[in-house]
């Protein structure tokens, strides 16, 4: 089931999540195509990595991770900060990259995060109560039981000044001048409209 001819899934977090975010979708897949989660830096695993924490110096991170795999197809699946990485990735036309995945990603433009939600998340990071209202407030409906708490401990842990990168500059950069270049098909799967919740992030 993990032959040279499958694609491999690459999945990418959302911001203040980490490569354990996908365990349960990765779970659900049985082994049928090869996979790889990342821990972005500054979180998850890579916590403690160093920057800087650019949306261009995460698709090098990316790309090097992918170029680890071999001459082999892959497909990114990205979420909401993971799919603006993805998508600056593409932009630079990488071998084998055969689609994307894009779930409520943030976009190639600045995140429309408004400005006081913004501020609240960065006076926030590493305070539970905090972090459990950011939760709350990026979600449609509750995550259930392990998946809310695995998520929390997340946001907890990871580091601050990846935390404080994302949210003053990564999410305000601006990448759609290179939209353009990006040649594979893209599915984005989000939110309707009105159905958004008042802050963003994760």
């Known amino acids: 089931m993990t032959g040279p001819d499958l694609p491999t899934l690459v999945f990418l977090h959302h911001f ?38 650019s949306v261009s110096a995460y698709a090098d991170v990316v790309g090097a991770e992918i170029c680890g795999l071999g001459p ?6 990205g979420h909401s900060m993971g ?3 993805a998508l600056a990735l593409a932009a630079r036309q990488p071998a084998g990259l ?9 976009p190639p433009t600045p995140e429309p995060i408004e400005e006081a939600a913004r501020e609240e ?8 109560g905090a972090m459990s209202k950011a939760l709350a407030q ?23 000044a990846a935390w404080t990168a994302w949210l003053t500059a990564g999410s305000r950069e601006d990448i759609s001048a290179y939209m353009p270049r990006v040649r594979t098909s893209a599915t984005i799967l989000s939110y309707p409209e ?8 994760p």
């Open 16 to 53: 203040g999540g980490s490569a354990r975010s996908w365990d349960a979708v990765i779970d659900r897949l049985g082994g049928a195509l090869p996979t790889l989660a990342l821990n972005l830096p500054g979180f998850g695993s890579a916590a403690d990595a160093p920057g800087p924490y």
């Open 83 to 85: 799919g603006k990485v």
């Open 194 to 201: 009105h159905a958004m919740p008042s802050c963003r992030p």
């Open 138 to 160: 990026s979600t449609a409906v509750p995550l259930p039981g392990d998946a809310g708490r695995l998520a929390i401990d997340d946001m907890m842990h990871c580091g601050k």
């Open 72 to 77: 082999r197809d892959f497909i990114l699946i």
């Open 98 to 106: 055969r689609a994307l995945l894009l779930l409520a990603p943030s």
């Open 121 to 128: 998340l960065l006076a926030g990071w590493g305070e539970y």
